[in-house]
């Protein structure tokens, strides 16, 4: 092997785990995680390419009124209204990149609508999770906490 | 003067006429989809991927990409193993995913009735850019199935999709 077949076999491998540590950066997402209001559990997982994070366990799984599950009242498309909110899909399409989360969305359940939203990590154990309209600057952030199942 | 709301008519009529639009029905093959074990209580994933070559599909019907003018999900049917019948799960939720276009739930179906294999979900009213997702090389079906209780290590679903896509002509 000459010195410019060398190089370029170097050059490759550093691509190739500078792709992987990337990836397992983004993964570091993946996992069951609390919102700082304690009302729901959310589980992230990869779908393709992207993360998309669902409700699994809520605090009052049923709604008070009828004492049946929670459902997605709110939703502005009527014929979803029947889609039980154990088991919704409220983070949507976050791609990793540059050390966040981006591009995805965050739906809030209890008014029906859905924002912009980033994710970043504060330590393997928080999220920074700002939802916004337009302006990142014009958000607000909540604080997740892991699950760690016992 | 008068003359002018007749042409105005006229002109409506004659690019409204222009402007007419075939609908067509796209059915996907069978497509496989996997839910990973163990499957616990609650919510679970199942996902499978389909290549739906549109472009191929459109050239046999004598249409380009460019043609489509939109798509919708009309109707989503699930076939569970023989091995597990509708009475474990709870509500299915179907959304789409794909690389270059943003997840959308397209269906549901809850409650689940019980004791059948063959399901058939409500799909959504309103739907959006569905041609984005048939566009794509390749699109992931994905269904949140709601257990009632822990079972089998993996789930094995089928799922035909039809779409009906809207073509400019």
């Known amino acids: ?36 209001n304690g009302k729901a559990r959310v589980k992230i997982e990869k779908i393709g390419s992207k993360y998309y994070g669902k409700i699994v366990w809520l605090r009052e799984p049923n709604d008070p009124q009828t004492q049946q599950p929670k459902v997605d009242k709110n939703n502005p498309d009527e014929s979803m209204r029947s889609v039980p909110l154990k088991g919704y899909r409220m983070l949507k399409d976050f791609v990793f990149k540059n050390g966040e989360w981006t591009d995805g969305t965050i739906y809030d359940p209890e008014s029906g609508s859905t924002y912009s ?32 199942l016992k | 003067m008068k003359a002018l709301p007749f042409f105005l008519l006229s002109c409506a009529l004659f690019f409204g006429a222009c402007s007419s639009s075939e609908v067509l029905p796209f059915t996907t093959e069978e497509v496989s989809m996997l839910a990973s074990g163990p499957l616990m209580e609650g919510s679970n994933t199942a996902q499978g991927d389909y290549q739906p070559a549109l472009e ?43 690389e270059k ?23 959504a009213q309103e739907q959006k850019k569905i041609a984005d997702f048939l566009r794509q090389p390749t699109m992931t079906f994905v269904a949140d199935i709601n257990l009632k209780k822990d ?19």
């Open chain 1, 1 to 36: 092997m000459n010195m410019k077949s060398f190089w370029l076999v170097c050059s490759l491998l550093a691509t190739m785990l500078t792709t992987a540590i990337a990836q397992d950066n983004g993964d570091q997402l993946i996992g069951l995680w609390e919102p700082s």
């Open chain 2, 56 to 98: 191929k599909w459109l050239q046999s019907k004598g249409a380009r990409m460019a043609d489509v003018r939109e798509a919708k999900l009309v109707k989503a049917s699930l076939v569970l193993p023989d091995s597990m019948n509708s009475s474990l799960i709870s509500e299915i939720t179907l959304h789409l995913a794909a």
């Open chain 2, 101 to 123: 276009a943003d997840m959308q739930k397209v269906g549901v179906l809850n409650p689940v009735p019980e004791g059948q294999t063959g399901l058939v979900l409500q799909t």
């Open chain 2, 151 to 169: 079972t089998m290590p993996d789930l094995h679903l089928k799922g035909i999709f039809e779409f009906q896509i809207t073509l400019n002509r």
């Open chain 1, 117 to 148: 939203c980033v994710i970043t990590v504060k330590d393997e154990n928080t999220l920074d999770i700002r939802g916004y309209v337009g302006v990142k600057a014009l958000g607000r952030t909540d604080v997740w906490k892991r699950v760690k």
